[in-house]
């Protein structure tokens, strides 16, 4: 079966889509930040990681 928004939508270009995808994505981390309180200091570890190497993927693409 069809799904009637694909069959009316225009694409939309990769920039707009990567924007839409960043926006998302920064509201997502807004709003499920965890409690890092509770975390062990493994896990606090990778997450910092993890966001250093988001910001340097940021930086590079801009």
């Given amino acids: 079966m069809n799904d009637p928004f694909t069959d ?8 707009t889509s990567r924007s839409i995808c960043t926006a998302v994505g920064e509201r997502l981390q807004q709003s499920l930040r965890p409690d890092t309180s509770r975390l062990s200091s493994h896990l606090q570890h990778l997450l910092d990681e993890l966001q250093r190497r988001d910001d340097e993927g940021r930086n590079r693409s801009n």
Wanted: with cysteine.
């Fill in 8 to 15: 009316s939508c225009e694409g939309i270009d990769r920039k």
